[in-house]
């Protein structure tokens, strides 16, 4: 359990493609297919690719449902313990500002983010074994 690199940009590069690379492992496509998936949904949605309205909706559309943390510590529960609290399953966690994968326990990301407050998080229904 814990951060474990990851960063399927083809060029290595971290520039703001965040939720690109976390619906990248989340749906075990390559970060290009995500990247022209989101691009042409936004295009159709006349919004940008990586707004919550166009990642949301794309994700909605591959059988993924949303549910908010509840709020009993807005300010102090991390992505490390949403870990701690859900060993195993496959999640993405949404903070004000980041995107991330969780699998069972561990939080896939290019940095280390785990000191983040996620919001709420995403899940394949079905594929829950462990839910807050």
Known sequence: MGFIY?????QQKVVGD???RAISLLTEQDWEQVYISLTLLGFEEC????????????????GYERK???????????????????PYGKFLLATGSHVVTVIDGSYFDAWD????????????????KNEL
Request: proline fraction near 10%; charged fraction near 15%; charge should be negative.
């Open 68 to 86: 908010i943390i509840p709020n009993t510590c807005p300010f102090c529960y991390t992505i490390k313990d949403f870990c701690e609290d859900n």
């Open 18 to 20: 965040c939720t690109i």
């Open 47 to 62: 919004d940008m690719p990586s707004s919550n309205a166009v990642w949301s909706k794309y994700l909605i559309n591959l």
């Open 113 to 128: 983010s785990g000191d983040q407050v996620p919001i709420y998080y995403w899940f394949k229904k079905g594929g829950l």
């Open 6 to 10: 990851f960063n399927p940009n083809p």
